[in-house]
């Protein structure tokens, strides 16, 4: 993989996550400020506010599919040898991969119908597909990361290493 590539996989949500927070943040301030100060405040600072944090919530879940850092209960899974461990993991993550498999299909049909009809944000005025368009982006991204993270748990399964957990809470 080449230098970039392998820049781009590691990296890649960290910086839109950077991106969207910035701009949810530096929008609030704005809007908080005009409100106070000038007792005016607008739709479209609500809106970008909004969309900005659905676009957090679904590249944010790949981020934590990548670095398996979603919430799960894996008491059981300390008592396990590394080898059956490594097994529920993989199940877990194709079980995972059906379902963002699946909301990935309805997610796009629903982009498709908002582009079909030129549904339009309220304050902005451009068109709903953009802000639509983080479901599927994050379900996308979710897929990709499931895959990578199961060819990773084959690696480590074939070559009898212990699976990649992730980071504990209290680290």
Do not use: C
């Amino acid at each position: 993989m080449s230098k970039t590539l392998k820049h781009i996989n590691e990296n890649a949500e960290r910086w839109a996550l950077l991106v969207f927070y910035i701009m949810l943040v530096a929008t609030m301030f704005i809007e908080v400020m005009r409100r106070e100060l000038l007792s005016y405040s607008s739709i479209w600072g609500e809106e970008i506010v909004r969309y900005s944090f659905i676009y957090l919530a679904w590249i944010g879940a790949a981020a934590a599919v990548r670095e398996r850092a979603h919430i799960r209960i894996d008491v059981i899974l300390h008592y396990l040898s590394p080898r059956v461990k490594a097994l529920f993991y993989m199940m877990g993550d194709v079980v995972m991969m059906i379902v963002a498999l699946i909301a990935l299909y309805w997610s796009f049909e629903t982009v498709l119908v908002s582009a079909k009809f030129g549904s339009v944000t309220h304050g902005l005025r451009i068109s709903q597909v953009w802000f639509l368009s983080a479901v599927p982006i994050g379900f996308a991204l979710v897929v990709l990361r499931l895959v990578q993270s199961f060819l990773r748990d084959l690696k480590d399964l074939r070559a009898g290493t212990p699976v990649y957990e992730g980071d504990t809470l209290f680290d």
